[in-house]
Every structure is written in structure tokens, then in C-alpha cells.
């Protein structure tokens, strides 16, 4: 429902010729979701995010101005002529243009297709010896068809308004504001980039979902600013202002509306069953976590049906910041994991290494009653399952392990249905 | 060879036939002066032969002018520069015809001119002559180097304002001087103004390769 409430506004944004966010629509969405289910949201990290919608346009303004005043000092150099220059353009914009497009894929097929990959409907396919197409594979397959046939369809009136409606563009500024919406998306998406930040010790670009649309059209403005910004067609830019703004409003009443009727009307079943229990181990957890616990073994034993219903009751007692919040419904989860010798031996490493799958093996026949205590009962074992939490260096091996980790959740999880 | 030159093989095909245009344009402001020149001279054969020539060569122009045309409506360039260079082409299709029917005038007019005339028109006609040619200079600079283009277009700008002095003084000697009949004074003013006329065409276009030159650099 919340793709689907996403695909709705995003076709009908298209159609008006507004040039749209995929993401600000799966955002509106999820947050849709979330309202319609209860759930917990982290509102540091939607204010991350919300802060991306106003910095990736800024951003790309800035880098499109930049990027402008280097190309037109460079073409006054080099000294060709026309017809030269002409076909260096077009060579220069072919190969943006796909680099944007090379992009835009790489980033985008994960907003269209990513939910659903863990419920993937293909099983894999085999041609020969060695070479396979996985179910994901096959999806975003299909992702990246209908991607095309949404260019060929309904795209001519977004892209007139990109390349022509806010501001008539030279073949020059073409080409910067592709690449600095390209730049701009590999800023936001690189995670050697924000490696290598990392190791400098400098604040790493957060890696989010940006919008290619405001990308793109913040680079339009930025080239339009630099030269006066009386070329810029300022109705145009409040009206898809306007549309950034609605987006997400308009998928998140889609997607709450839809909800209710799949449930109500149709007598769907459109949310799994989860408890959330505060249990004596989860307050000790909660301890070393740094969470005050003060008040909070009163709430011992209360199963709770919803994560924003479990965050509800611990912040009455306890002082809560956001990604507090988030520990508290990662801790109280509860999900049964049974951590079988078959189900590892299925594995085939995975990404794990040899170390960490011996660890792993150690505790076949384990069971747990939330997941975190397969994470720490690993880290126990093994070094390398220890998520360092050191700040900025660790930001990527953490992540790699709390990835791993969630993999194995799901896989032992699964396994018990 | 420019590893480049085959992926546009269609725009250096263009190029190279603007190149051969301007050539024809040089030819062109030269067989004028000359033609000119020899009307002065009083050496009518050598006048009508030039004009022949002259006429030979711009309707090769034209031709030219016509082929480029063409090739360029089959997108070899992107819309932007193609525009541009089919508004150039238009332009520039003005000069030949401008030499062309002065000319004719004199031709047809068959003018008498006065000998304390000749040595000023002579001068016109060499500033015309170095005009166009710069103008020649200016396009093709537009077509190898977009920064030589502005010392080219500040030559014709030169040429013309010299011819601008030399017109001045030839009307001020025609309408001063009480021996003419006013419609001799016309005649000649006519034969004057017609002959500035190559140089100021000469400056429009040369201001429209500044304009495309500033336009594509910026």
C-alpha cells in the first residue's frame, strides 16, 4: 500500500508536468504507515531527511554555480570554434546525461522496487552453467523496464519543464546542471566518500535519499542566480515548490486512507503481530545503553501491541531523546530466534567471514527471545561482531555489522515460521 | 588526424564548406574593388569582365550557401547552434548580394563621375575591400577560435568608420559645389550611399559573429 500510495502521487504529480521526489513520496508513505500502524517514527531521523529536501536543492545551486563560472572560463580558453565546441558539448552531454541517468538508477530503483524484495514473487533463474538471475535481480529487472516505459509515456512534460519552463538553457548550462545534479546524488550516496571523510576525521555527508528532481532543479536556479536571476521563471519554480511540498503530504493521507480501507472494508490483514515487552534483561540492556531505567520496572511484564505505543509509556517515566526512542523499540521487540546448524550451513558465508561464521556456528541450538541477544551473545564470542560505536572511523564497520546482524534476525526468525 | 573527427564527421563537413563560402566572399570584395576600380579607370571591358566573374562567383555562393543550409536542417549540429547558424548564414548572404547590385547601379547608371572624386572613391573602396576581408577573418575565427573573433570585429568596425569619414566628405564636396544639378548631386549621392552601404552591412554582420562568439563562450 505505501509503494503503491507513493506510485499514485507520483504518476498524478507527473501528469500536472511537476517534477517530483520518488523518495519525498515513499516518505510521505511511510510515515502514513506508521500513523495508520502506530509505529514508532524517529523524528531525528525524518528531520535529517527533511533538512536533505532544503540542502540537496541549496547544495546543487551551489555546486551548479560553481561548476558554471569554471566550464565558461574554461571554454573562453581553450579556443575552438563553433562547430568544435558544438560537438564537444554534445559529446559532453551524452556522457552526463548517462552518467545522471547511470545515477538516477543506481538510486532509484531502490525507492521503486526496494520494498519488495524480501517478499520477491520469482524464484531464481538458470541459464547454462554459471550464470543466474537471482529474484531481486529479475525485479529490479523489471523495476528498470518500467522505469523506461514511464519515460517514453508520461516524462516529455516534466523534462519541458526541467529544460525549458524554468529557464531557457545553453547547451553549457545543460551540461553543468546534469552534472551537479549527478554530483550532488554521488555526494549523497558514496559511502567510500563518506569512508574517506571519516578517516580525515571530517563530518561525513549523511547518507540519505535524496530527490534527483530537486537536484536538478536547484541546479537550474543556481545557474539562473549567477546571471541575475531575471531569466529564472519564478511562478514556475513556486509551483513546483509547491508540488515538493504537497508530495509527501498527499502520499501519507493516500497511503493512511488506503490502509483503512485494505483493513476495514477488505477485511485485509495489512500489519504483522508484534509485542514489545520491557522484560528485566531489556532493562539491564536499556542500562548499558545509557537509558534511564528509573520507574521503568514498573512497566515490567505489560506487553505492548505497538512500537509508538512501548515509546509512549517508557517516555512517561523516563527522559527520552529520539534515537533513544529507537533503542527502545529495537530492545523490546520481541522475535524468537532460533539459531539452527541447517539454517547456518545454508549460509554459504553471505558476506559473513570465516570468523564470524565460526561464531555463529557456536551457538547453533540458541534460541533467543529478542534479537538483540543473538547480536550480543556473538559479540561475546567474537571481536568481530563487536559494534565499536568509537564515532566517526566506526561509522562504516558499524554499519556493516548492524546490517549482518539484521540479515541474521530475519534469517533465524524465518526459519521458526 | 583528430581521433574526434569521426564522431562529427557531419559538423567538419560543414565547416569545411563555410570555409570555401568565406574564400568566395574574399574573391568576391576583391573582384568589387577591382570592377570598381576599372568603372573609374574608364576601362569598361575589364569592368564588365569582373562583373561577370563576380556574378559567376556569388551565384556559386549561393549554392554553397544553399548546401550548407540544407545540411544543416539534417540536425549535424545540436537545435541551439544550428539556429544560430542559419540566422549567421542569412545574414551574411546579404553582403555578396550588396556587391552585386552596386554594381548593377553603376551598370545601369552608367555615372559620370567627377576626376576630384575618383582618389576618395578609390580610398572607399579599399576600406570596403579590408572591411569584408576582416569580416572573413571574423567568421572564420568563429569557426576555429571563438577569442580571436572580437580584433577581427573591431577591424571591420575600424574599415567602416573610415569609410563613414571618406562618404561625409564626398557629399559635403557634391552638395557644396554649385556647378552640379541637383539630380546629378542625387545621382552621386546615390553611388556614394551605395558603396557605404557594403560596409555597414559589412559591420552588421560582423556584430552578429561577436554576438554568436560571446554567446557560445558564455
Given at each position: 500500500?505505501?509503494?503503491?500510495?507513493?506510485g499514485?502521487?507520483?504518476y498524478?504529480?507527473?501528469k500536472?508536468?511537476?517534477p517530483?521526489?520518488t523518495?519525498q513520496?515513499i516518505?510521505?508513505?511511510?510515515?502514513?504507515?506508521n500513523l495508520f500502524?502506530?509505529s514508532?517514527?524517529?523524528i531525528?531521523s525524518?528531520?535529517k531527511?527533511?533538512?536533505?529536501?532544503?540542502i540537496c536543492p541549496?547544495l546543487?545551486?551551489?555546486i551548479?554555480?560553481?561548476?558554471?563560472s569554471?566550464?565558461?572560463?574554461f571554454v573562453?580558453?581553450i579556443?575552438?570554434?563553433?562547430i568544435?565546441l558544438d560537438g564537444y558539448t554534445?559529446l559532453?552531454?551524452?556522457?552526463?546525461?548517462?552518467?545522471?541517468?547511470y545515477?538516477l538508477g543506481?538510486?532509484n530503483i531502490a525507492?521503486?522496487?526496494g520494498v519488495?524484495?524480501?517478499?520477491?514473487?520469482?524464484?531464481d533463474?538458470?541459464?547454462g552453467?554459471?550464470f543466474?538471475?537471482?529474484?531481486a535481480?529479475?525485479?529490479f529487472?523489471?523495476?528498470?523496464?518500467?522505469?523506461?516505459v514511464g519515460?517514453?509515456?508520461?516524462?516529455k512534460r516534466?523534462m519541458m519543464?526541467?529544460?525549458s519552463?524554468?529557464m531557457t538553457?545553453?547547451p553549457?548550462?545543460?551540461?553543468?546542471a546534469?552534472?551537479?545534479?549527478?554530483?550532488?546524488?554521488f555526494?549523497?550516496?558514496?559511502?567510500r566518500?563518506?569512508?574517506?571523510?571519516?578517516?580525515m576525521?571530517?563530518?561525513?555527508i549523511?547518507?540519505v535519499?535524496?530527490?534527483?528532481?530537486?537536484?536538478v532543479v536547484g541546479?537550474?536556479i543556481g545557474?539562473?542566480?549567477?546571471q541575475?536571476?531575471r531569466?529564472?521563471?519564478?511562478?514556475?519554480v513556486?509551483?513546483i515548490?509547491?508540488?515538493?511540498?504537497?508530495?509527501p503530504i498527499?502520499?501519507?493521507?493516500?497511503?493512511?486512507?488506503?490502509l483503512?480501507f485494505?483493513?476495514?472494508?477488505?477485511?485485509?490483514t495489512?500489519?504483522r503481530?508484534?509485542?514489545?515487552?520491557?522484560?528485566?534483561?531489556?532493562?539491564e540492556?536499556?542500562?548499558k545503553?545509557g537509558?534511564?531505567t528509573?520507574?521503568?520496572?514498573?512497566l515490567?511484564?505489560?506487553?505492548?501491541?505497538?512500537s509508538?505505543?512501548v515509546v509512549?509509556s517508557?517516555?512517561?517515566k523516563?527522559?527520552?531523546?529520539?534515537?533513544?526512542?529507537?533503542?527502545v523499540?529495537?530492545?523490546?521487540?520481541?522475535?524468537?530466534l532460533?539459531?539452527?546448524?541447517?539454517?547456518?550451513?545454508?549460509?554459504?558465508?553471505n558476506?559473513?567471514?570465516p570468523?564470524?561464521?565460526e561464531?555463529?556456528s557456536k551457538?547453533a541450538?540458541?534460541?533467543?527471545n529478542?534479537?538483540?541477544?543473538?547480536?550480543?551473545?556473538?559479540?561475546?564470542i567474537s571481536?568481530e561482531?563487536?559494534?565499536l560505536g568509537g564515532?566517526?572511523k566506526?561509522?562504516l564497520?558499524?554499519?556493516?555489522?548492524?546490517q549482518?546482524?539484521?540479515?541474521?534476525y530475519?534469517i533465524f526468525h524465518r526459519?521458526?515460521l | 588526424?583528430?581521433?574526434?573527427?569521426?564522431?562529427f564527421k557531419k559538423?567538419?563537413a560543414v565547416e569545411e564548406?563555410?570555409?570555401?563560402?568565406?574564400r568566395?566572399l574574399?574573391?568576391?570584395a576583391h573582384?568589387?574593388k577591382?570592377?570598381?576600380e576599372?568603372?573609374?579607370?574608364?576601362?569598361?571591358?575589364e569592368f564588365?569582365q569582373?562583373?561577370?566573374d563576380?556574378?559567376?562567383i556569388?551565384k556559386?555562393?549561393?549554392?554553397l550557401?544553399?548546401q550548407?543550409?540544407?545540411?544543416?536542417?539534417?540536425?549535424?549540429l545540436?537545435?541551439?547552434?544550428r539556429?544560430?547558424l542559419l540566422?549567421?548564414?542569412t545574414?551574411?548572404?546579404?553582403?555578396?548580394?550588396?556587391f552585386?547590385?552596386?554594381l548593377?547601379?553603376i551598370?545601369l547608371?552608367?555615372?559620370e563621375i567627377?576626376?576630384?572624386?575618383?582618389?576618395?572613391?578609390?580610398?572607399m573602396?579599399?576600406?570596403?575591400?579590408?572591411a569584408?576581408?576582416?569580416?572573413?577573418?571574423?567568421?572564420d575565427?568563429?569557426f576555429?577560435?571563438l577569442?580571436a573573433?572580437r580584433?577581427?570585429?573591431e577591424?571591420?568596425?575600424?574599415q567602416?568608420?573610415?569609410v563613414?569619414?571618406v562618404?561625409y566628405?564626398?557629399?559635403?564636396?557634391?552638395?557644396?559645389?554649385e556647378?552640379y544639378?541637383l539630380?546629378?548631386?542625387y545621382?552621386?549621392?546615390?553611388i556614394?550611399?551605395?558603396?557605404?552601404a557594403v560596409t555597414n552591412l559589412a559591420?552588421?554582420?560582423?556584430d552578429a559573429?561577436?554576438?554568436l562568439?560571446?554567446?557560445h563562450s558564455?
Amino acid at each position: 500500500m505505501a509503494a503503491l500510495a507513493a506510485g499514485l502521487t507520483v504518476y498524478w504529480m507527473t501528469k500536472l508536468g511537476l517534477p517530483v521526489s520518488t523518495s519525498q513520496a515513499i516518505i510521505g508513505s511511510i510515515i502514513g504507515w506508521n500513523l495508520f500502524s502506530d509505529s514508532y517514527t524517529d523524528i531525528s531521523s525524518l528531520l535529517k531527511i527533511l533538512s536533505t529536501w532544503i540542502i540537496c536543492p541549496l547544495l546543487s545551486a551551489v555546486i551548479a554555480a560553481l561548476l558554471f563560472s569554471i566550464s565558461k572560463i574554461f571554454v573562453r580558453k581553450i579556443g575552438v570554434g563553433l562547430i568544435h565546441l558544438d560537438g564537444y558539448t554534445r559529446l559532453a552531454l551524452i556522457l552526463a546525461g548517462a552518467f545522471g541517468a547511470y545515477s538516477l538508477g543506481a538510486n532509484n530503483i531502490a525507492n521503486v522496487m526496494g520494498v519488495f524484495v524480501p517478499v520477491a514473487p520469482f524464484p531464481d533463474m538458470q541459464f547454462g552453467q554459471g550464470f543466474s538471475i537471482s529474484s531481486a535481480q529479475q525485479l529490479f529487472l523489471v523495476g528498470g523496464l518500467a522505469i523506461a516505459v514511464g519515460v517514453f509515456t508520461y516524462s516529455k512534460r516534466v523534462m519541458m519543464t526541467v529544460g525549458s519552463e524554468l529557464m531557457t538553457l545553453t547547451p553549457l548550462a545543460a551540461w553543468v546542471a546534469v552534472m551537479s545534479h549527478s554530483i550532488v546524488l554521488f555526494l549523497f550516496a558514496s559511502e567510500r566518500l563518506e569512508q574517506l571523510l571519516a578517516n580525515m576525521s571530517l563530518p561525513t555527508i549523511p547518507l540519505v535519499p535524496v530527490s534527483s528532481s530537486q537536484a536538478v532543479v536547484g541546479a537550474v536556479i543556481g545557474i539562473g542566480m549567477l546571471q541575475g536571476g531575471r531569466e529564472i521563471q519564478w511562478p514556475r519554480v513556486y509551483s513546483i515548490v509547491k508540488g515538493w511540498v504537497i508530495t509527501p503530504i498527499i502520499s501519507c493521507l493516500l497511503c493512511f486512507v488506503g490502509l483503512y480501507f485494505l483493513q476495514n472494508v477488505f477485511q485485509q490483514t495489512v500489519q504483522r503481530d508484534s509485542n514489545y515487552q520491557l522484560s528485566a534483561s531489556v532493562i539491564e540492556k536499556f542500562q548499558k545503553e545509557g537509558i534511564e531505567t528509573d520507574g521503568l520496572h514498573e512497566l515490567s511484564g505489560t506487553i505492548f501491541r505497538t512500537s509508538a505505543e512501548v515509546v509512549r509509556s517508557v517516555k512517561d517515566k523516563v527522559n527520552l531523546s529520539s534515537k533513544q526512542g529507537l533503542k527502545v523499540v529495537e530492545y523490546s521487540l520481541q522475535q524468537r530466534l532460533i539459531v539452527t546448524a541447517e539454517k547456518i550451513a545454508d549460509l554459504d558465508n553471505n558476506g559473513l567471514s570465516p570468523v564470524q561464521l565460526e561464531a555463529l556456528s557456536k551457538l547453533a541450538g540458541q534460541t533467543y527471545n529478542y534479537p538483540w541477544q543473538l547480536g550480543d551473545a556473538l559479540s561475546e564470542i567474537s571481536p568481530e561482531w563487536i559494534v565499536l560505536g568509537g564515532g566517526l572511523k566506526d561509522k562504516l564497520h558499524d554499519r556493516d555489522i548492524k546490517q549482518k546482524l539484521a540479515f541474521l534476525y530475519r534469517i533465524f526468525h524465518r526459519r521458526e515460521l | 588526424m583528430n581521433p574526434l573527427s569521426l564522431f562529427f564527421k557531419k559538423q567538419y563537413a560543414v565547416e569545411e564548406k563555410i570555409q570555401r563560402l568565406l574564400r568566395y566572399l574574399e574573391d568576391m570584395a576583391h573582384l568589387y574593388k577591382g570592377s570598381y576600380e576599372a568603372y573609374l579607370d574608364g576601362s569598361s571591358d575589364e569592368f564588365t569582365q569582373r562583373n561577370e566573374d563576380l556574378n559567376k562567383i556569388e551565384k556559386e555562393m549561393d549554392d554553397l550557401g544553399l548546401q550548407i543550409q540544407m545540411t544543416l536542417m539534417r540536425e549535424s549540429l545540436m537545435p541551439d547552434s544550428r539556429d544560430d547558424l542559419l540566422w549567421f548564414l542569412t545574414k551574411l548572404d546579404k553582403v555578396p548580394s550588396s556587391f552585386k547590385h552596386s554594381l548593377a547601379e553603376i551598370a545601369l547608371e552608367k555615372p559620370e563621375i567627377p576626376q576630384d572624386f575618383k582618389v576618395p572613391l578609390k580610398k572607399m573602396l579599399d576600406h570596403t575591400h579590408k572591411a569584408v576581408k576582416a569580416l572573413a577573418h571574423a567568421t572564420d575565427s568563429l569557426f576555429t577560435d571563438l577569442r580571436a573573433v572580437r580584433q577581427h570585429v573591431e577591424e571591420v568596425s575600424r574599415q567602416e568608420s573610415e569609410v563613414d569619414q571618406v562618404e561625409y566628405k564626398l557629399l559635403q564636396s557634391v552638395f557644396e559645389n554649385e556647378k552640379y544639378e541637383l539630380a546629378r548631386k542625387y545621382q552621386l549621392k546615390g553611388i556614394f550611399k551605395q558603396l557605404g552601404a557594403v560596409t555597414n552591412l559589412a559591420e552588421d554582420v560582423a556584430d552578429a559573429v561577436l554576438i554568436l562568439a560571446t554567446k557560445h563562450s558564455t
